[in-house]
């Protein structure tokens, strides 16, 4: 699953109408996932009212996942474009020089729908951005299917090889065969060189080989977040290494995919989402049938999943959020403290007024009530008014997080001011009815 704690790089999140303006509106479901939005409505708050208050937090581990997979597929070209470029140097010489140049033309198609995702923001992107997935998924099929026939041709040349050197006429008999000869080292990024290069070998015979540095799934994310692919590395001052070497190899992309399909696809896993039985089946024959392992396979799951949240999820997220600042498990107990110093209150006023108390002695009247009708317009309203003023707002019982997100905290300083309008006004009501009301001693 993606580290959704992660923050993000620390900067103004603005309107969709201009570069320099601040956020105007709520924000959307999309936004909210491409972590465009601050707390209380991030992703990270996002995800755990999924968790505590849907129950539902699988489907969006599963959203998050499959964008994880589009992520490891977009690190995957980028890298096997660089690979390409630091092997073949000049690309006029050499016998490999028309596939080279065939490679490095679908790369710079991809490279001009901006492969890394290095948008100029979500303003008219939604379009372009699925026109840069169509290629990458175009591209990893291509690649897989030149991967698969690469390792037939392979095979048949051994075949006929093998038996050419049988039916020879002179061909040295097993006997008179050299036992000691000795063979050329070969270096280590040699033979990962070899192994890692896609196109060249199957995914088997890459399988088989041990992998010269960790894979992409337990650290190449938490290596990109850290600035790996940015200006600030260190070598040949470009912030990638120099060597043809991959952080993310094709084994990693399958890898991926079918963790998705047996952890939330398939009948009886680990974390089942329900998805229409035509979609689930679609994805399974295109993974284990067709071998696919393209980000285009999960589209339609993706975007049933998306649509649910945004239908059922997002809008109570925003209520409990943007409209208010109290979890469930508070507004129990404000309503249950509040409902328990009424009735204090009452007593109290009751009391006072059949004993004869003088007024100033009913003065105290003025707590009870006041922190009751506190209690009730807090669960009522689900907001605190005074944590809200505050700038606080709750993420689970009792843990609370500032609120950055501009519009919100605007949103959040109306609604405390009108709610303590209310309670003032009641609370005088009440007070003035059990303070200035005749006494008679029973």
């Given at each position: 699953?993606?580290?959704?704690n992660?923050?993000?790089p ?9 570069p320099g ?16 939005t601050r707390a ?18 699988d ?6 996942d ?9 690190h995957?070209?980028?890298?096997f474009?660089?690979?390409?470029l630091?092997e ?17 033309n679908?790369?710079d198609?991809?490279?001009?729908g901006d492969?890394n995702g290095?948008?100029a ?9 699925r026109t ?7 591209f ?5 299917a030149?991967?698969h ?9 051994k075949?006929?090889?093998?038996d050419?050197?049988?039916?020879s006429?002179?061909a ?24 890692q290069?896609?196109?060249l070998i ?9 992998p ?5 799934m ?9 600035g790996?692919?940015?200006s ?5 001052g470009?912030?990638?290494?120099s060597?043809?070497?991959h952080t993310?190899?094709r084994?990693d992309?399958?890898a991926?995919a079918?963790k ?15 998805l ?12 284990e ?5 393209d980000p285009?396979v999960f589209?339609?799951g ?7 949240m945004?239908?059922d999820?997002?809008p109570?997220?925003l ?9 469930p498990p ?5 309503l249950i ?6 009735f ?10 059949f ?7 009913r ?5 009870p ?13 689900t ?5 809200a ?17 501009s519009?919100?905290?605007k949103?959040?300083?109306k ?7 209310w309670?003032f006004?009641?609370t005088a ?14």
């Amino acid at each position: 699953m993606a580290n959704i704690n992660d923050p993000g790089p620390d900067r103004d999140f603005m309107d969709l109408d201009g570069p320099g303006e601040q956020r105007t509106r709520l924000p959307t479901l999309l936004e909210v996932l491409n972590r465009e939005t601050r707390a209380p409505v991030d992703l990270f708050s996002f995800y755990i009212y999924m968790r505590d208050q849907q129950r539902s937090v699988d489907y969006l581990d599963f959203w998050l996942d499959v964008a994880q997979h589009l992520l490891l597929c977009r690190h995957y070209v980028s890298e096997f474009r660089r690979s390409v470029l630091l092997e073949t140097p000049d690309l006029d010489k050499g016998a490999g020089s028309k596939r080279s140049s065939q490679v490095l033309n679908s790369f710079d198609q991809l490279r001009n729908g901006d492969v890394n995702g290095n948008g100029a923001g979500p303003a008219g992107s939604i379009r372009s951005n699925r026109t840069q997935d169509q290629r990458l998924s175009a591209f990893l099929r291509s690649d897989n299917a030149s991967n698969h026939s690469g390792a037939a041709s392979s095979t048949d040349n051994k075949d006929s090889t093998s038996d050419s050197r049988d039916s020879s006429p002179s061909a040295l008999p097993t006997a008179t065969k050299p036992t000691n000869e000795k063979r050329p080292p070969t270096s280590g990024t040699q033979r990962s060189g070899l192994t890692q290069r896609s196109g060249l070998i199957s995914d088997e015979q890459r399988a088989r080989t041990p992998p010269t540095r960790p894979s992409f799934m337990s650290s190449a994310l938490a290596a990109s977040s850290h600035g790996r692919y940015s200006s600030s590395g260190h070598g040949n001052g470009t912030g990638v290494d120099s060597t043809p070497q991959h952080t993310v190899q094709r084994a990693d992309i399958r890898a991926s995919a079918e963790k998705i399909l047996y952890t939330y696809l398939l009948a009886g896993s680990e974390r089942e989402v329900i998805l229409p039985q035509q979609i689930v089946q679609a994805i399974t024959d295109d993974i284990e049938g067709a071998g696919r392992d393209d980000p285009e396979v999960f589209d339609e799951g993706k975007e049933y999943v998306y649509q649910a949240m945004e239908r059922d999820a997002f809008p109570g997220f925003l209520r409990a959020k943007a409209l208010g600042n109290l979890v469930p498990p508070h507004l129990m107990l404000r309503l249950i403290t509040g409902l328990l110093a009424m009735f204090g209150g009452f007593w109290a006023a009751f009391i006072l007024i059949f004993t004869n108390a003088s007024r100033a002695t009913r003065c105290w009247l003025i707590l009870p009530f006041a922190f009751g009708i506190y209690s009730l317009a807090s669960h009522q309203y689900t907001l605190d008014p005074i944590i809200a003023l505050a700038g606080w707002s709750e993420l689970t019982f009792f843990k609370f997080v500032k609120v950055r997100e501009s519009f919100v905290k605007k949103i959040l300083n109306k609604r405390a001011m009108i709610v303590l309008w209310w309670i003032f006004l009641i609370t005088a009501a009440i007070c003035v009815l059990f303070i200035f009301v005749p006494g008679k001693h029973l």
